[in-house]
T-cell receptor, first 112, second 114 residues
Framework: DSGVTQTPKHLITATGQRVTLRCSPR?????VYWYQQSLDQGLQFLIQ???????AKGNILERFSAQQFPDLHSELNLSSLELGDSALYFC???????????FGEGSRLTVL | GNSVTQMEGPVTLSEEAFLTINCTYT??????LFWYVQYPGEGLQLLLK?????DKGSNKGFEATYRKETTSFHLEKGSVQVSDSAVYFC?????????????FGKGTLLTVNP
């Protein structure tokens, strides 16, 4: 158990819909990262938050957005979903001193 | 930009065989290098890491040496077990002081048969 909690574990929805994925980092970790894992693209960095503020942005679509709340949990919002958005979405938090990333078990999104 | 290239799988071995998974990288400066492992149905776990040239990371019988001259970080294990079956990812992050944003390779699926 990494200490990073993601919900839901599985989600099935239809094209055009909107979903929210939730992540709770390890206790004491201030940074949260979101990654997308798909068969064709591999693991892609989406976005990072540090103590409530956006710190770095990767290959995140405009239809996607994220935020980190005062209690440090984070949400990834995916809207106008397309078939190609079907993937495993991972959240990770980083150790304050070593920077080591700890990953959650992921949220598997299926868009039909 | 930064990139990681690792050998494509899948790799299938018999128990007690020797394992090598090649990984090369492109980066500016001196990145930190990592191997992560993903067991079926689970998230990624850090397997080992090296933060400077000639460092050797090791864990659970796996080893990898940071080779700056060949920009490589190949993963090796002398005798694999069935329980090592998983997907292995090579990754790098910019030098300390950056955001620890990892760039991953595409992953290599290892299957170890009894």
């Amino acid at each position: 158990d990494s200490g990073v909690t993601q919900t839901p574990k599985h989600l099935i929805t239809a094209t055009g819909q909107r979903v929210t994925l939730r992540c709770s980092p390890r206790s004491g970790d201030l940074s949260v990262y979101w990654y997308q894992q798909s068969l064709d693209q591999g693991l892609q960095f989406l976005i990072q938050y540090y103590n409530g503020e956006e710190r770095a942005k990767g290959n995140i679509l405009e239809r996607f957005s994220a935020q980190q709340f005062p209690d440090l949990h984070s949400e990834l919002n995916l809207s106008s979903l397309e078939l190609g958005d079907s993937a495993l979405y991972f959240c990770a938090s980083s150790h304050r001193e070593t920077g080591e990333l700890f990953f959650g078990e992921g949220s598997r999104l299926t868009v039909l | 930009g930064n990139s990681v290239t690792q050998m494509e799988g899948p790799v299938t071995l018999s128990e007690e065989a020797f394992l090598t998974i090649n990984c090369t990288y492109t980066a500016t400066g001196y990145p930190s290098l990592f191997w992560y492992v993903q067991y079926p149905g689970e998230g990624l776990q850090l397997l080992l890491k090296a933060t400077k040239a000639d460092d050797k990371g090791s864990n659970k019988g796996f080893e990898a040496t940071y080779r700056k001259e060949t920009t490589s970080f190949h993963l090796e294990k002398g005798s694999v077990q069935v329980s090592d079956s998983a997907v292995y990812f090579c990754a790098l992050s910019p030098p300390r002081g950056s955001n620890y944003k990892l760039t991953f390779g595409k992953g290599t699926l290892l299957t170890v048969n009894p």
